[in-house]
């Protein structure tokens, strides 16, 4: 159609139902992963592993520094630390649903665990260490899941939209800890 600016070419919006219902009957094993999925599958699987082991260990650095936190402001900083791990470790239950769901299987192997996350377990010395550590941690996380998100695009938009709601989560965790270290440093 033309409309005096653009050639607009008519297409149907959505497949025609009886397509639609014959392609829902092939490989019903794949489950949620239907014909219209367009990620490279391993890759993804491999990601989001990578993705799951650096929920666990931020998980594990958050508890540690929980329960390590001294001084005048310990009791309030190990209460942040608490409700980070909380949230880190609901990232890796979504992120390992997710590998299942694609039909891969979630890496809580302790073993090679340090190796396949992309943040580090720093235990810190001090306070500030350690919301320093974490604040780098919540960094890394950020440019990670932003990289991981482009990647992905519009390919596997169900893995995006969840992993666009834990980067906004890590971002939060973010300006907290880097007000805990304003507050800190005064």
């Known amino acids: 159609?033309?409309?005096g600016?653009?050639?607009?070419e008519s297409k149907p919006f959505l497949s025609d139902v009886m397509l639609l219902r014959e392609r829902a009957r092939k490989h019903i094993e794949?489950?949620?992963?239907?014909?219209g999925?367009?990620?490279?599958?391993a890759v993804v699987i491999k990601v989001l592993n990578e993705a799951l082991a650096t929920e666990i260990v931020c998980v594990l650095r958050y508890k540690?520094?929980?329960?390590?936190?001294e001084g005048i402001l310990a009791a309030s900083v190990a209460a942040e630390f608490a409700q980070h791990a909380v949230d880190e470790q609901e990232h890796a239950d979504?992120?390992?649903a997710r590998i299942v769901q694609l039909g891969g299987a979630p890496d809580f192997s302790p073993e090679g665990l340090a190796t396949r996350?992309?943040?580090e377990y720093v235990e810190g010395k001090d306070l500030s260490e350690m919301i320093k550590e974490d604040l780098i941690a919540e960094r890394?996380?950020?440019d990670s899941y932003g990289e991981i998100i482009r990647y992905i695009a519009n390919n596997d938009p169900t893995t995006r939209v969840m992993l666009e709601g834990i980067l906004a989560k890590e971002e939060e965790h973010a300006d907290d800890l880097s007000s805990l270290l304003k507050a800190k440093e005064r």
Not at 30 to 35: F, L, P, R, S, Y
């Open 1 to 3: 159609m033309n409309n």
């Open 5 to 8: 600016n653009t050639t607009v």
């Open 30 to 35: 794949q489950g949620a992963v239907t014909a």
């Open 37 to 41: 999925y367009n990620a490279d599958r």
């Open 64 to 69: 540690r520094h929980q329960f390590m936190a």
């Open 94 to 96: 979504l992120i390992a």
């Open 117 to 119: 996350s992309h943040a």
């Open 140 to 142: 890394i996380a950020i």
